[in-house]
């Protein structure tokens, strides 16, 4: 068996530019970006750009999830800072919950101060699917809250603040991601000070997040 050797995988990112030795999982946002490019996708309606009606929109997330180059369903979730009416939020989370269970793919969650509404429906619509909380930079005790109900965090360019490190030291590695955003932050150096600051070694994070990415998004690597 050929031995794979793992790229730095940027597991949330809006950034359409090719790097070599990064496996970029690049955000499609239906209703606001136009083309898919070649790579590896995750598409979803964002609670920012929910469109009126919704049936066009919807089509098109159905159409774009089923593509064997999308591997999960978002960002979506719920924001208490945004302007889009806080019950049709509430309606566009729960279906994409629902089409997630339908297609059997992961979800990736954008949570603005509704990290208790957003787990609660994840359990109301009896989610059956891996959870990732995209951006993740947050308390300890809310991690762990996280963490026991069996969810996945992606760290981002926060932790380079040096105010995650209790996070980073005790978060298990199989339920890790690291992400670059919106950020124009190199993804190598989030895995760098990651590594640095829980004292392991590149080489051991690589190997982990590729391993996390074959688990949950049932994505397998090719040299």
């Known amino acids: 068996m050929m031995h794979i050797t793992p790229p730095f995988i940027d597991i949330h990112t809006h950034s359409r530019l090719d790097i070599p030795d ?3 999982v690049r955000n499609h946002i239906i209703g ?15 609670p920012w750009y929910i469109d009126r009606p919704l ?21 979506c979730g719920l924001d208490k800072q945004c302007k889009t009416d806080w019950d049709l939020q509430l309606e566009i989370f729960q279906r994409q919950i629902k089409l997630a269970n339908t297609i059997n793919k992961p979800l990736i ?36 809250q996280l963490l026991q109900k069996g969810y996945y ?23 890790l ?5 919106n950020k124009t932050t190199n993804i190598v150096d989030i895995f760098s ?25 049932n994505y397998r690597i090719e040299e």
């Open 109 to 144: 969650i954008h949570s603005v101060r509704a990290y208790q509404e957003i787990m609660q429906q994840l359990i109301l619509q009896e989610a059956q699917t891996p959870i990732i909380f995209h951006g993740f930079n947050k308390k300890t005790e809310l991690a762990r």
């Open 32 to 46: 606001r970006d136009q083309i898919m490019g070649d790579g590896v996708y995750t598409a979803g309606i964002h």
């Open 177 to 181: 991601f690291l992400e670059t955003d």
């Open 193 to 217: 000070y990651f590594c640095a600051a829980r004292k392991i070694s590149l080489a051991t994070l690589k190997q982990q997040v590729m391993e996390n990415l074959e688990q949950v998004f």
């Open 153 to 175: 965090l992606s760290l981002g360019t926060d932790i380079l603040q040096g105010r995650q490190d209790a996070l980073i030291f005790e978060i298990p590695l199989n339920r």
């Open 55 to 75: 049936s066009e929109q919807w089509e098109q997330l159905e159409v774009a999830v089923i593509k064997k180059e999308v591997i999960a369903i978002g960002e």
């Open 22 to 24: 990064i496996l970029q």
